[in-house]
């Protein structure tokens, strides 16, 4: 009569369970996106400490690093055929970290610490709004029907930009623009208002659907323009950056009035595949 400590098995099945789960190699290319991955949370958690060392522009470029970092690692997992359930686990857990509460954390500590209470509620509306934002994302991401245009239209401004978007005071503060109790008080005014993009139902155009080509003789234009940006970029960052934000800000109207033209409201006719405005399928 076999035991549950007995070490004979009736046949090699069995034998198997009983040594529990093996081992085994995991190729290389799967694991490089997890990297890049825990590379973006290490950005972002030193943010964080640089911030509360008073050393802010590091800190944001941090931020910022962790922004790209994550934004390229899901690409590199398609590129290498290496998506999987962890990796996807591990993106969201970064993703509230990097443009949740990394953003929030530096920009209290740079200029809403001055409006206290009101500074702090502002940096939570941010951070709450922003892990909102990812939890709806990952919700709808997982629905069976789909509407043909989801790729075209994030659902609310997507996370990685909602932390571009309100580090702006800590731009304007580099620029030179002294951090009063009337600025603080502004900035956390402006920090709910880049909250509620994030979990409102603006549809804010992706860029990412079939239709957004570029014409072959303007392909060369738009890298130089590429490339002077990128310039202006590592020459007057912060400059740039505010530039960049108000551009970004200016576009939502248009992108709100785009879908609008092309699928007459906020509620999907059912002839589009879904009953109600959709959530975007690729990118947070």
Known sequence: ????????????????????????????????????????????????????????ELAVGMVLLAAF???????????????????????????????????????????LDQARSFGWIAALIYAIAAGLRLARFNVMAERETKAKWQSEYFVGVPAPAGAM??????????????????????????TMVIGFLLVSRLPVWSGKSEG????RDLVLPFILLVVIYVATLMSFTWETMVVTVVAYLATLPFGARSWQRKYGGWTAPATHGASEFPEETDGH
């Open 1 to 56: 009569m076999d035991t549950p400590f007995s070490n004979e098995e009736p046949n090699g099945s069995n034998d198997d369970e009983a040594r529990g789960p093996r081992l085994r190699e995991i190729p290389l290319r799967i694991m490089i996106p997890n990297i890049i991955t825990v590379l973006a949370i290490c950005a972002g958690l030193t943010g964080i400490r640089l911030a509360f060392e008073n050393r802010y």
């Open 69 to 111: 970092l994550d934004g390229i690692d899901g690409r590199i997992a398609r590129l290498l055929k290496a998506t999987s359930k962890f990796g996807g686990q591990m993106d969201s857990l970064a993703d509230i970290v990097n443009f949740g509460v990394a953003p929030a954390l530096v920009l209290y500590v740079f200029i």
């Open 165 to 190: 978007l309100v580090l702006l005071p800590v731009y304007l503060g580099f620029l030179g623009i002294a951090p009063s109790p009337l600025f603080a008080y502004l900035a956390a005014g402006y």
């Open 212 to 215: 957004s080509r570029i014409r």
